[in-house]
């Protein structure tokens, strides 16, 4: 019922920045919230940043006060801007979106590669 599509991702030096898109297509269902997460090898997939449709963030510890979490309403767009990368944010990056009528996230985008090294 939502497509997802993440693109944004590359090979980035320590302290530098990405900026992740997430392009969603609805099939007449609203988005209450939609998030990023990451796995990294060896790892759990771990949420690192949820963003509601009013505009209300939240951010994992690891990231906090160097990623940002912003949506396009008009565009269907979520976005991720990651600074001050460190080798350890190295994971792929999905795209997830909550619907209204859901408790967790359910649909979920194809992943997009983030490799932070030197």
Request: charged fraction near 15%; include cysteine.
């Amino acid at each position: 019922q939502v497509q997802l599509v993440e693109s944004g991702g590359g090979l980035v030096q320590p302290g530098g920045s990405l900026r992740l898109s997430c392009a969603a297509s609805r099939s007449g269902f609203s988005i209450n919230a939609m998030a990023w997460y990451r796995q990294a090898p060896g790892k759990a997939r771990e949420q690192v940043a949820v963003i509601t449709t009013g505009g209300a963030t939240n951010y994992a510890d690891s990231v906090k006060g160097r990623f940002t979490i912003s949506r396009d309403n008009a565009k269907n767009t979520v976005y991720l801007q990651m600074n001050s990368l460190k080798s350890e944010d190295t994971a792929v990056y999905f795209c997830a979106a909550r619907l209204g009528s859901a408790i967790y996230f359910g649909s979920w985008g194809q992943g997009t590669q983030v490799t932070v090294s030197s």
